[in-house]
Nanobody
């Protein structure tokens, strides 16, 4: 079982950048497809990005393509999400998650096995 702890959430103005991090512990990190999900108040949770076990394949939701970059570091057991050109509609609680590999093209429909507690991102106009 893997434990996940997110950090890096903050309040920023539109057009700004943030980098979210997720620290994994408990073993098995390198065997999982890793995800970032988000949930805005009153909205359903949605997949933001996913990355394969090796990091060679990355997947993004259409609203964040070209602005967000997902990455993972196996030596440090961390997952990151670099968010640029932030928009007010990016405001949400962001969650790190781990799931069975492979991620696959339908990654956004999968339900990960393990979740972090979330970190809040607020973008003001």
């Amino acid at each position: 079982q893997v434990q996940l702890v997110e950090s890096g959430g903050d309040s920023v103005q539109a057009g700004g950048s943030l980098r979210l991090s997720c620290a994994a512990s408990g073993g098995g990190y390198s065997s999982y497809c890793m995800y970032w999900f988000r949930q805005a108040p009153g909205e359903q949770r949605e997949g933001v990005a996913a990355i394969s076990r090796t990091g060679s394949s990355k997947y993004y939701a259409d609203p964040v393509k070209g602005r967000f970059t997902i990455s993972r570091d196996h030596a440090k057991n961390t997952l990151s999400l670099q968010m640029n050109s932030l928009k007010p509609e990016d405001t949400a609680m962001y969650y790190c998650a781990a799931g069975q590999a492979p991620c696959g093209d339908n990654w956004y429909r999968k339900v990960p096995l393990f979740w972090g507690q979330g970190t809040q991102v607020t973008v003001s106009s």
